[in-house]
């Protein structure tokens, strides 16, 4: 094992010749755009740099359940209220597959929920921010949700196979609930005053946060270069930013609502959106806990566990009973 | 597992292999397609589907709330799953319903005070501790699943075909209650014991479930007397929990009348919680 650890790094120079094999395969396979699988060889700097994007990716999903969770009790129709809890349900399912794509690297399900819990992993910052009003389910639907298909689609092709086919069912379900979140928006848009206020306060609030789902800039993301080599990244963040902005700076007429951005326009010269500065300083505070919510979701989701402990205990003791009846027969 | 039993007796109706959500293949019934249907409901028969709608509507505002707080990811799908059946239901038999009074289901499940619901107390009890919920979800499902069951021949066609659909799913709610309850029956003395003070606090709201009242008399081959079930519900849930090794506590029974209007403390709560924002947007669509 201490061998293959060191393999993808400095001292790859003292590879054995069945891992300097591996890595020919490795460097051909990624050469040729094709797949790597879950037994092939790979640089652990890879297997760990997916292991880390693909269990935030995995507890973004799960964090993620909460601000939305928070209105279906509220849902003003019962039509809203099961289509939220559907796409809760969704985000759940989001939050397994990942979980096991990353198992597929070696790292347990219930070691990745320990990082989440101890706070050592990461997830998305937006979701530390409030869902305060009914509009924010179709605020997060529509640029949330939004801005993580534009991530996510070119993750499809990402060259670790598990994960490319993940994205391909997650990014399904995700433009589905990016439509649900723009129909709340437009059903809000076209209602009364009180509901269209509702509507333009929540494009105001999720709108900055939403851009800097993409990332910091080129020059400040200093992951991002090996990714691209290794093709689990396929576009820069500024690329991808720019192209989300001109997307819903077109989207936001239908709605009749304006997206807070006085700067923002088309330039035919670089043919590149424009939009303001964002608070690179904000994103980082949130980042590193500082958030409106990060206590709060982080809270709720050791108070979950921890209620849970008695009850995992139990179907665990169950099955270890049913299999000493099984052995016994 | 030994506490399931084979059940036959809807292979007569449709496709068993079909979507569980789904009336026969490729045919779903879906509350739209009620609110706009030309058939009404009596009265009698409207009365009837706002009480299976009105169980079903406030068991998936409780259940609801499990989501994304469960024991296990897992266990947010399910509950959230089940809590979504029950939605559905729920708003197929208040739209049902609706059609009598020129209302919507949204109408009633929003604009309606306390006392004019009539959910049974069992499903207005409090989601508390998983085992609680569980314990729950076992008393009502099976109780669903008999009734839904019988409902299939009902004189009213949109009443037998509401259960046909609900019945699938309502089978599955009930296995995964039995599920649970073998595992926490079973599973450790902490587990067990939570599953006994579960028992404890919901043994008192059993029997008012299988009241019969005036309404019935009106009903007809419409309805189903609640007292026809109580005979089999008793025979079903005590092999479940003889297996997971529970006994039936010796509480006495409530005098809980959420039929008649008398809705438990909780409701207050429940509805606050459910009609905000619907209230402040009064003739506002969504």
New interface residues.
Partial sequence: MAAQNESGGKLSAVLSPEEQAGKDRFEAIIAEDSRIEPRDWMPEAYRKTLTRQISQHAHSEIIGMQPEANWITRAPSLKRKAILMAKVQDEAGHGLYLYSAAETLGTGRDELNDQLLTGRAKYSSIFNYPARSWADMGAIGWLVDGAAIANQVPLCRASFGPYGRAMVRVCKEESFHQRQGFEILLELSQGSEAQKKMAQEAINRFYAPSLMMFGPPDDDSPNSKQSMEWKIKRFSNDELRQRFVGMIAEQVKVLGLTLPDPELRFDEETGQWIHMDLDWEEFKAVIFGNGPLNAQRMERRREAHRDGAWVREAAAAYAAKMARKTEVA | MSTQKTDHSLDSFGDSSASATRVTPGNALR?EDIAIQKAVPSEANAQYALRLGDDA?ILA?RL??W???????????AL??I??DQ??H??SF?SYAALAWDKT??DL??FREEEEFTALHIVQQPNG???VTIMRQLIVSIFQHLLYTELLKSSDETIAAICAKAVKEVDYHRDHAIQWT???G???E??AE?MRHAMEILWPYVDEMFKDEPLYDELGDAGVRPSTLRAAWDEEINAVLADAELEIPKTGSAMSFGRQGQPSEHMGFILA??Q???RK?PG???
């Avoid at chain 2, 989501?67 to 799908?77: H, T």
């Fill in positions: 509350p509507l505002q609801s709330h989501i994304s707080r469960g024991p296990e990811l897992e266990e947010d799908i959230g799953n809590a979504l939605l559905g729920a708003r208040l289901e949204d499940a929003y501790h998983f085992g073998l595992r926490l079973l599973g450790t902490e587990s939570k919680e459910m905000v924002l619907a947007h506002a669509t969504w």
